[in-house]
Structure formats: structure tokens, C-alpha cells
């Protein structure tokens, strides 16, 4: 739990209009193809589209979570509307060269973008993580639906109608969306008992043999497989991201690290090997370095000379007040974390990747975030989802459709003890069958640095101020 801190700690900068309205537009422009100039503002204004404020007092106080949302229905989706002064209204009217959208959509995409909810929320899980069961998401049930990218979808609406030029999402190199495929690399030397356990379920007492003949000779354990699952996941067509952990002692807490050393010559030599041949390697910051910028540091040196420009935290750690500063001080590129371990879905409500809010600054980090949206251990799990493996895919297909419709990015996260056939959960089976639908959709595949050279060309000085 985080020691409680004063309202002028959590809060040194006032985040005016102004503020949410630049950090808005900045995402809704990497959102489509060139925006045409068109002025945009709150009322009173002359610009061409005008938003109407409906936040109040919200943003000068440190409550986290709005009144209620209005509910609208818009192309198709039923969308929670939050700071909706005009519940009965239309939501856009439209007049020649003037377009005026009746509720704050600035305001409410802000505040789902930024993260409001969990950095003015005291509610901790006990890995200090924000849980998905206080979150607004959950409580009026919209975790897989990427609603900002829907209040940008208003926004289209009205430009379109002020410019007379269609908007069309940004593509992925003439793709349609794109697909981050991920492996946290937890165990390399677990999982004799599992695959010994499934050779016996299918009476496979010849399999079974073999196996306690290869543990006998030392042979490598069956999760110690980088290899097979960088095999495994080229063949389906796409390059991945391991994220290896730097660190394998436990957390002060008991929690474990890696069950791995990785600084060691011959492991570095096998992630040289790995890369040569197109995997990204990058950082699982240890347990403890969300809050811990030179620790983070360190692990991130420590995989040299991979040069790792990414990162995403063990256990999905994220102190809210603290973890975006930490990242942006260890020099990362990106971090792909920020998904609820409970529930596969849209955290911050947005589908493509976004620069975290520095609520010290009022502007956004240079990092940019990759969301996550699916990890392996969510689907089926005591504590969080339950689903049989044939259930996956269907129970994934809607958030997916989602994330093609807006030309998000489909960031998965596989462990690689789940590509044992042993696991017929959240296994091989399942893994392939989302990758194969994903590239029958016809997304583009990108590792994390991929992602952050298209949409960053220039590095690290790619705002506009
Ligand atoms: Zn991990």
C-alpha cells in the first residue's frame, strides 16, 4: 500500500483545459492521417468545432472517479459518456462550417487517458497494483471497449463535417492494425512435473519414461525453451519480444524473480543468438523496480549488449503516482504494462499506444506506452478468468474487432512455459489459434521497437513543442 500523500504532492500542476485539450489532441493526431488544420476549442471560441465543458470543478480536486456516465449509442456501440452536462441532448450539432459536440468528450478521454482514476485512488491490491475490481471499467462494465478511441471517433465526426475531408485511421505500412507479440520470460527450469503429469493423463507411459530418463541426464527442463517459442511464433508469422528478467533474487517480500541468471556469458550469448535472428529483446523489470529507476537501470544495462529499449514489469507492477517518472528517468523507449491482470481488455480505455501523463509536468512523458491487452495467465487462472481452451478465442474476438476497427495495436502476452502442450488451457493451441485469426485479419506484426520507429521516426524529440 502507498503512503498517503498530500494533495499538493500528487498534484503540482493544475490540469487546466487547456492542458487536457493539448494532450488530447496530441494522441487524436497520431490517431489518424494528417488532421486537417482545423481550430478546435471550448466555449466561448470561434473555433469551427467547439466542445462543450462539462468537468467543473473534477480536475481542481483529487476525487477519483466522475459522476455516473450518460450512456449513448454511437455507430453502433453503446458508449459511457462521462461529464455529460446534456444527458437528453444530441451529441453533435452540425451546422454549415460549424460543428458543437454537447458533452465534454475532451475532458472524459482525458480522464480514462491519463490514468486519472488510479493515481488519485488510494485502492491497492497486495503487489501494490491498482485492481481492476476498483476501477470504472468494471464498475459499469466497459473493460473491452476502447471508449476514448470512440470519443475520437466524435471528434472525426466533426472535423470531417468542418473540413469536408474524410479522416481514415493511421495505418500500419498499408496494414490495417498491428499485433505486439510478447513473452515474459519468469521460469526457464520449471515444468518437469506438468509435462510428467500430461504424459500420464494420456497414457503415454513410453513419453512419460522419456522424460524422467532426460531430467536424470540433466537435460534442459521442458520451460527451457526460448528457442522453440521463437520458432514457434516466426512460423505463425510474426517477430515477438522477450522481456527477460534481470534479477533472480526473490523480493524482500518472498515474491520470486527469474529462476535464471542472466549474467551469465553463455545466457547473454543465447539472447545474442535470439536477436540475430529477429527476436527484440528487452527488459521484465524485477519485482520492486516500478518505484526503483537506478535498479531498473541496472537490469537494463545488465542485458547488454542487447540494447533493450523496452520494458514491461514483472507481476504487471505500476505504483500509479510513481512508475511513469521511474520509467521515464530509466531512458526507456516504451513499456508495455498497463493492462489489469484480472481481465483482458482496454486499461486506459485506448487501443493504440500513448504517452503516459506526467502529472508533475502537465504534459505528456517521452515514452511512449504500449497497452497490453492479453495475458495467457488472465484466461485461465483461480483468481481471475476460468475459460476452457476452446473459449478463448471466441471470448478475445470482440475486444480484437475493436482494435481492427480503430487501427489499434493487439499487444499479447504469452509466457513461455505456456508453449508446453502440456497446457491445454491457455497453451500452444490457443496461442496459435489467436495468432492465426489475428494475421487472417490481416494485421501487421511489429515488436515494441517497431512500433516506437513508426510512430516516433524522429526518437525521442518526436513532440511537436
Ligand atoms: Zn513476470
Not at 487501427?407 to 491445454?424: M, S
Amino acid at each position: 500500500m502507498a503512503a498517503p500523500v498530500t494533495a499538493e504532492l500528487l498534484f503540482p500542476v493544475t490540469v487546466t483545459p487547456a492542458i487536457r485539450l493539448d494532450y488530447v489532441l496530441q494522441h487524436f493526431q497520431q490517431a489518424y492521417e494528417p488532421v486537417p488544420l482545423v481550430a478546435i476549442g471550448y466555449e466561448p471560441t470561434e473555433a469551427a468545432v467547439t466542445v462543450a465543458e462539462g468537468a467543473g470543478r473534477f480536475f481542481t480536486e483529487t476525487a477519483p472517479c466522475p459522476a455516473a456516465p450518460n450512456w449513448r449509442e454511437w455507430q453502433g456501440q453503446r458508449v459511457p459518456f462521462f461529464f455529460d452536462d446534456n444527458p437528453e441532448g444530441e451529441l453533435l450539432t452540425l451546422t454549415p462550417g460549424q460543428a458543437r459536440i454537447n458533452t465534454d468528450v475532451v475532458a472524459a478521454a482525458f480522464y480514462l487517458l491519463s490514468g486519472w482514476q488510479e493515481y488519485f485512488s488510494a485502492v491497492r491490491d497486495r503487489h501494490g497494483r491498482f485492481p481492476y475490481a476498483a476501477s470504472v471499467q468494471k464498475q459499469y462494465e466497459f473493460v473491452a471497449v476502447p471508449v476514448v478511441n470512440y470519443y475520437f471517433d466524435v471528434l472525426k465526426a466533426a472535423i470531417e463535417h468542418v473540413s469536408g475531408v474524410p479522416l481514415q485511421p493511421r495505418r500500419w505500412s498499408g496494414a490495417p492494425f498491428a499485433a505486439f507479440i510478447s513473452h515474459d520470460i519468469d521460469s526457464l527450469h520449471g515444468g518437469w512435473g506438468t509435462a510428467a503429469r500430461y504424459q500420464l493423463r494420456h497414457f503415454r507411459l513410453g513419453g512419460f519414461a522419456k522424460l524422467l530418463a532426460r531430467k536424470a541426464i540433466g537435460q534442459p527442463a521442458p520451460w527451457n525453451n526460448l528457442e522453440h517459442v521463437q520458432q514457434a511464433t516466426t512460423r505463425l508469422g510474426a517477430p515477438s519480444t522477450f522481456f527477460i528478467l534481470g534479477d533472480n533474487r526473490p523480493a524482500p517480500n518472498g515474491t520470486l524473480n527469474a529462476d535464471y541468471a542472466v549474467n551469465t556469458a553463455a545466457f547473454r550469448a543465447r539472447l545474442g543468438r535470439l536477436a540475430a535472428q529477429g527476436t527484440e529483446i528487452a527488459s521484465h523489470g524485477s519485482y520492486g523496480t516500478a518505484t526503483d529507476a537506478g535498479k531498473l537501470r541496472a537490469e537494463i544495462h545488465g542485458l547488454e549488449p542487447a540494447a533493450a529499449r523496452g520494458n514491461r514489469f514483472h507481476y504487471l507492477c505500476w505504483e500509479p503516482t510513481r512508475t511513469p517518472t521511474t520509467l521515464a528517468q530509466a531512458g526507456v523507449a516504451y513499456d508495455s504494462t498497463l493492462g489489469f491482470a484480472e481481465h483482458f481488455g482496454f486499461r486506459n480505455s485506448y487501443c493504440r499506444p500513448f504517452f503516459p501523463f506526467d502529472f508533475a509536468r502537465g504534459r505528456a512523458h517521452d515514452f511512449l506506452e504500449i497497452p497490453l491487452n492479453v495475458m495467457d495467465a488472465t484466461l485461465h487462472h483461480p483468481e481471475y478468468l476460468q475459460l476452457r481452451g476452446e473459449e478463448v478465442l471466441p471470448a478475445l474476438r470482440p475486444m480484437l474487432v475493436e482494435i481492427e476497427r480503430f487501427g489499434g495495436v493487439a499487444t499479447v502476452l504469452w509466457h513461455n512455459n505456456n508453449f508446453d502442450p502440456a497446457n491445454e488451457l491457455n497453451g500452444p493451441r490457443q496461442f496459435t489459434e489467436l495468432l492465426n485469426y489475428l494475421r487472417q485479419q490481416g494485421a501487421a506484426f511489429r515488436t515494441g521497437s517497431q512500433i516506437v520507429a513508426e510512430l516516433c521516426p524522429r526518437g525521442k524529440d518526436h513532440r511537436a513543442d
